[in-house]
């Protein structure tokens, strides 16, 4: 198992499954350092909070209108 209490989890299309969390970190900066490999957007992003799922509105990322904070051990399920 891996230690996520400095770090954030992706699951999904990304080249980096563990990126190192920081003070800030969103979900698209999240995506950027675990370097997000889908041919097309996203079709589903979900923060998975110590066992809460928290949906992320994909529209609304794309057009940076929303980009939810992501917490030290949180895991993204990205869903192309």
């Known amino acids: 198992m891996i ?8 699951v999904g ?3 980096r499954r563990v990126v190192s969390w920081e003070e800030g970190m969103t979900v698209a900066s ?13 079709r ?4 998975n909070r110590r066992g809460v799922i928290i949906p992320v509105n994909v529209r609304k990322l794309l057009r940076n209108l929303e980009n ?3 917490e030290a051990g949180d895991i993204l399920e990205v869903r192309p």
């Not at 589903?44 to 923060?47: A, K, N, R």
């Open 13 to 15: 299309p990304v080249r």
């Open 68 to 70: 939810p904070t992501l």
């Open 30 to 42: 999240a995506l950027v350092a675990a370097e997000y490999l889908g041919a097309d957007n996203p």
């Open 3 to 10: 230690d996520l209490s400095e770090s954030v989890g992706i």
């Open 44 to 47: 589903e992003i979900y923060i």
